[in-house]
């Protein structure tokens, strides 16, 4: 069945520090490809996404590209703030009509 | 814009009481998802409805009834509520053309 695994948390870095969370997914097909951010309280929001192989989805200085021969979507960032506190969720979705399947989440803590 | 609105924000309830989570959105979305989300296992489906009269079963069922006479409005109910329905509950909808999720702020719930 399709799935979607995340590196665990919860990760810590200082400011300014280079951010990478791993995520890799089983799926038929073709799927596309998300990262959600929830911040402290708040539900989750959707961050970047990419809809097919090699497409680079980009939002707030995040990216991430569709690896099709990793089944890879890492989530990167180059500089990262303490506003970036958060958990990260990276999903996947098959089709328009299909549900979206969520990994276990990542806790980011940015300290000062 | 309000989007996606659940209410209440808090609420505590004994092992039997029965209460309803009430959700509504404003942005005519045909497809209206319930998730729970415990530590360390990401959010899981509970049920989901792809439009007025239609719903399904996801994930995790047991506990929990909906119901969807309006496009806007997507209650979950607990009949009998049980410690381990202690969680914070996530509504979502999205359109039928694009897997996008959005998310209301969640319901946190504790039964005793």
């Known amino acids: 069945g399709n799935s979607v695994t995340q590196m665990e948390g919860p990760v810590t870095l200082s400011e300014e520090a280079f951010l990478t969370i791993n995520c890799t997914y089983t799926?038929?097909?073709?799927?596309?490809l998300f990262w959600y951010v929830q911040y402290p309280g708040e539900g989750l929001q959707l961050l970047l996404k990419?809809?097919?192989?090699?497409d680079k989805g980009s939002n707030k200085g995040f990216e991430a590209t569709y690896r099709k021969e990793t089944t890879s979507f890492h989530l990167e960032k180059g500089s990262v703030q303490v506003s970036d506190s958060a958990v990260y969720f990276c999903?996947?979705?098959?089709?328009?009509?299909?549900?979206?399947?969520f990994g276990p989440g990542t806790s980011l803590s940015v300290i000062p | 814009n309000a989007g996606v609105t659940q209410t209440p924000k808090f609420q505590v309830l004994k092992t039997g009481q029965s209460m309803t989570l009430q959700c509504a959105q404003d942005?005519?979305?045909?497809?209206m998802s319930w998730y729970r989300q415990d530590p360390g296992m990401g959010l899981r489906l509970i049920h989901y409805?792809?439009?007025?009269?239609?719903?399904d079963q996801g994930e995790v069922p047991n506990g929990y009834n909906v119901s969807r006479s309006t496009t806007e409005d997507f209650p979950l109910r607990l009949l009998s509520a049980a410690p381990s329905q202690t969680s914070v509950y996530f509504c979502?909808?999205?359109?039928?053309?694009?897997?996008?999720?959005?998310f209301g702020a969640g319901t946190r719930l504790s039964v005793l």
């Open positions: 979502a909808s999205n359109h039928p053309g694009t897997n996008i999720q959005y």
């Open positions: 942005m005519n979305h045909e497809y």
């Open positions: 409805s792809v439009g007025a009269g239609i719903t």
């Open positions: 999903a996947l979705g098959r089709t328009s009509y299909d549900k979206v399947i």
């Open positions: 990419a809809t097919k192989a090699d």
């Open positions: 799926a038929t097909g073709y799927p596309s």
